[in-house]
């Protein structure tokens, strides 16, 4: 397998430092776990799973008032099952399936950026939809990564029930956690459902959040040309 | 006694709310109306906990931990998100439309256009949302603008775009007798675009033509080039 031998598992923000282990951010680490999560679901899972779905699916539907029995309800449990599975299949998968393929050595120093990768999530608060769009540039330290599958992590951790900060986060640390670039910038754009369809209702507000790790935190000059590559 | 004292305050206040409800009779309709809808809110409080423990089960059935602080009340935020985006059920659109037409003498189109709507989807109980587009040609009587764009708060709730042009088109019909009303649907269903086919960009329109719009295709064709033109930014 890949020879990437995931490094100590230091729980705050800044690139793992050879050796450093920090004990006492033991509440932080469930989310900078990336490269040692194990799957909480399995494709047998979901098939095990679909029938209690679909049953929990038709009680709200009677729950709303409606009637399950007519035609266009029929199979709207399972479908609706089924959708809510997909939009949460990020828990199926694990980064290091994903990457280890894909990491090669080059001697390349520059920026990289791939922008406007399409991401879809779901509000862990209101199990509805968040989508917009992500922005990723890191430095590389003779180490670049596949480029699609800096869309795959995107996919990964957006297919599952977020919050749209933790998942900035967690994208610039798997970064980090499987290169040990110089530096990582994410930046994410969404529109929260929660907010259009529902509670305030404003239609044209997006939400921006970003992470910047390593020289892209620590340099300005840099974090500069990363954020006007990504408007550009 | 201390309980004698109870019934008696009790039965004051039975007394003066049995009075109350005489006294104001030319308000009748409207407390009744007031009724209607506090009904309507009980129900919706009375299958709250029903939706939530459905959540819960889902939450648990999709692999995640209850019990992590994200996620300790989103069944209820989630039961009560899906109670508003289906609380069209209980609105009809003579509630809606009814204090507001008026009787004004004008016979040409109206048009309200880039409504923005939202919906779910009632295959996948998942969110399509765009623009409506309404226009109507008044016969002798006009309806208060504000009211066509209040039609977003009849539409919440599990239907088919196709039905749902359809259902607005009538509605307005029935209310209001125009010479005609069309309504064109413009909406990106998050079916396709978050699953599925996974297309960002595709966009469903419906319209529905009634009246002398689906009759004459010059009213028609006036109606969709004006709805259809987009402003000129700055």
């Not at chain 1, 989508?131 to 003779?142: A, C, D, S, W």
């Not at chain 1, 670049?144 to 599952?160: D, N």
């Not at chain 2, 079916?191 to 960009?201: E, H, L, P």
């Amino acid at each position: 397998t890949g020879g990437v031998a995931p490094p100590p598992g230091p729980s705050h923000s800044a690139p793992p430092a050879p050796g450093a282990e920090s004990g006492s951010h033991r509440a932080a680490a469930s989310v900078m776990e990336s490269w040692k999560e194990e799957r909480t679901r399995s494709v047998e899972d979901n098939e095990m799973s679909l029938p209690s779905l679909a049953a929990a699916y038709t009680t709200i539907l009677r729950g709303l008032g409606e009637d399950p029995q007519r035609q266009g309800l029929l199979k709207t449990p399972w479908r609706a099952a089924t959708a809510m599975q997909f939009f949460t299949k990020g828990y199926q998968e694990k980064i290091i399936d994903v990457l280890n393929d894909a990491i090669f050595d080059e001697d390349h120093d520059e920026m990289v950026i791939v922008k406007d990768i399409d991401m879809f999530s779901m509000c862990e608060h209101h199990l509805v939809p968040i989508f917009g769009r992500v922005h990723i540039g890191y430095l590389p330290n003779k180490r670049v990564l596949g480029l699609s599958k800096l869309a795959r992590i995107v996919e990964i951790y957006s297919r599952r029930l977020q919050v749209q900060e933790r998942l900035t986060k967690q994208i610039a640390v798997a970064i980090t956690e499987a290169l040990q670039p110089t530096g990582v910038g994410v930046v994410i754009e969404a529109t929260h459902m929660c907010m259009v369809m529902r509670g305030v209702q404003k239609m044209n507000s997006k939400t921006v959040t970003s992470t910047m790790l390593g020289v892209f935190r620590e340099d300005p000059k840099t974090r500069d040309e990363f954020l006007t590559l990504i408007r550009s | 006694m201390n309980t004698h004292r109870v019934n008696d305050i009790v039965e004051e206040f039975h007394c003066n709310n049995g009075f109350s409800d005489l006294i104001i009779d030319t308000k009748k309709s409207a407390v009744h109306r007031k009724h209607e809808t506090s009904r309507k809110e009980d129900e919706d409080q009375s299958r709250l906990p029903a939706l939530e423990a459905a959540y819960t089960n889902i939450l648990l059935h999709l692999g995640e931990d209850t019990h992590r602080e994200g996620l300790l009340r989103t069944p209820l935020r989630a039961a009560k998100a899906i109670q508003f985006l289906t609380k069209g059920y209980h609105e009809t659109i003579d509630d809606i439309l009814n204090n507001a037409i008026f009787d004004e003498d004008h016979d040409e189109m109206v048009i309200v256009k880039d409504i923005d709507m939202f919906s779910l989807c009632e295959h996948h109980l998942v969110p399509f949302f765009g623009k409506v587009h309404i226009g109507y040609i008044p016969n002798k009587k006009v309806v208060g603008l504000s009211k066509l764009v209040d039609i977003w708060r009849i539409i919440l709730f599990l239907s088919v775009q196709e039905r749902l042009t359809k259902q607005i088109a009538v509605g307005i019909y029935e209310a209001l007798q125009p010479k005609g009303v069309a309504v064109v649907i413009e909406a990106a269903h998050m079916c396709m675009v978050m699953r599925g086919v996974q297309k960002m960009n595709s966009r469903t329109v419906t319209s529905a033509m009634l009246g002398v719009y689906l009759e004459d295709l010059k009213s028609r064709e006036e109606f969709l080039t004006l709805s259809q033109r987009t402003e000129q930014k700055p």
